[in-house]
């Protein structure tokens, strides 16, 4: 869920500080077509979505104190698993 918050650079270090051992954060941005296909979809419904670069997420929350120990590309999709360090 983390495409419907603009701001990630303050979600993020909350989501981690709620995690204990591992976290798992799925980007479902997809190929381009799908993004525009979904971006008129939150336009007609009157909401905004804020899809963010997957180095940029990983970034954050390695920072938070998490290790990126698995990620998974496929079609529509890039899935992360971090564990926690510290």
Not at 13 to 24: D, Q
Request: hydrophobic share 45%.
């Amino acid at each position: 869920v983390i495409e419907y918050y603009r701001d990630i650079e303050r979600l993020l270090p909350r989501v981690t500080a709620a995690a204990r051992r591992a976290l798992i954060i799925v980007d479902t941005r997809g190929p381009w077509w799908r993004r525009w296909l979904r971006y008129g979809l939150a336009r007609l419904k009157h909401f905004h979505l804020y899809y963010h670069e997957p180095d940029a997420v990983a970034r954050i929350v390695t920072a938070a104190g998490f290790r990126e120990a698995a990620r998974v590309s496929g079609h529509s999709y890039t899935a992360f698993r971090f564990e926690r360090t510290r």
